[in-house]
């Protein structure tokens, strides 16, 4: 970062900047990514310790993904801003940061006292993939902050190590917090053979319609033997958001024994499901689709009609 200052900018800018109206030094903030200043990270820096935290929230979004140690420290600094919309736009600038080499100014985070700054350090670091976190992240499923879990499970389900996988079974099963249990579901994605079907058939039963969702998906992933009759009775899930990620997971999984519960979800009152049903139909390729889906070419949603039309085509091939 050169040392080029406010003196350096046109007079009109310097004196938006620093205008006595917050509103003018906001939107002058707020315009800084847009302007021609080279060095206008060094300007939202500044700005972050503005009296006026509608000024200091547009300094944080300015410096969102900026890959420079000064804009990272002040963004991690700044996680203890009185305001809870300064806080949470530096935590989703901080998490916008790609480059592995500035994680050791984030993971100091992830030890700090305070629970959203935990949270957000987890969060920062999640895309970094940095291999040091992995036992901080384990631990910190137990944390009594409900952020802190959510993002940890988040961590470990980008590193992809096989030794997690018995820790986030457990929070996808026995998690109090929906949005834990959900993301920890979604984690399990990367596991490979029989270790997670418990887990995930599980949670195809959870109480909340988010998880038993997020669980159709994820088995369409893993593709564990022995899915496919659970994922079939996932089909009469009062929800329909449940159904379609049922069918996707049986197409991808091109199981011939759905084909039945599939061709029924041809008639369901929601499109999207008969939707997803034509495609499927169509992965699985199965020659005792070709009635329905000659049918379903007279569906009265036209993008019904479009993919069954694929769908035999698909078959035919």
Not at 267 to 292: C, F, M, Q, W, Y
Request: glycine share 4%; with cysteine; net charge negative.
């Amino acid at each position: 970062m050169s040392s080029r200052n406010l003196a350096a900018l046109p007079e009109n800018y310097r004196t938006r900047l620093t205008d006595v109206d917050a509103e003018v030094r906001r939107i002058a903030v707020m315009e800084l990514p847009y302007s021609d200043e080279e060095d206008f990270a060094a300007l939202a820096i500044a700005a972050l310790k503005d009296s006026a935290a509608a000024v200091r929230t547009e300094a944080a979004k300015a410096l969102e993904g900026v890959a420079d140690a000064a804009a990272v420290k002040a963004l991690a600094s700044a996680l203890c801003d009185t305001d809870a919309g300064v806080r949470e736009a530096c935590a989703l600038s901080l998490s916008e940061i790609k480059d592995p080499a500035l994680s050791e100014h984030l993971v100091p985070l992830i030890a700090d006292i305070d629970a959203f700054t935990r949270a957000a350090g987890f969060r920062a670091l999640r895309e970094l993939r940095v291999t040091e976190v992995f036992d901080p992240a384990l631990v910190a499923l137990r944390d009594v902050d409900e952020r802190v879990r959510r993002e940890a499970v988040s961590v470990l389900g980008y590193l992809k190590n096989p030794a997690a996988l018995g820790e986030l079974t457990r929070v996808a099963m026995n998690d109090p917090e929906t949005e834990v249990r959900r993301v920890a579901v979604g984690a399990l994605g990367y596991a490979t053979g029989q270790q997670v079907l418990p887990a995930l058939t599980h949670a195809l039963k959870d109480a909340s319609w988010q998880v038993r969702e997020e669980a159709a998906s994820t088995l369409g992933k893993v593709k564990p033997r022995g899915a496919v009759d659970n994922l079939i009775e996932a089909l009469s899930d009062p929800y329909w958001q449940v159904r379609i990620r049922a069918i996707r997971s049986l197409g991808r999984m091109q199981a011939r024994e759905a084909v039945g519960a599939i061709i029924d979800s041809l008639a369901h009152t929601v499109s999207n499901v008969r939707k997803e049903a034509a495609v499927a139909l169509g992965d699985i390729r199965d020659p005792k689709a070709i009635p329905a889906l000659e049918k379903a070419r007279q569906d009265p949603d036209p993008d019904v009609r479009k993919l069954a039309q694929l769908a035999l085509a698909s078959i035919a091939h």
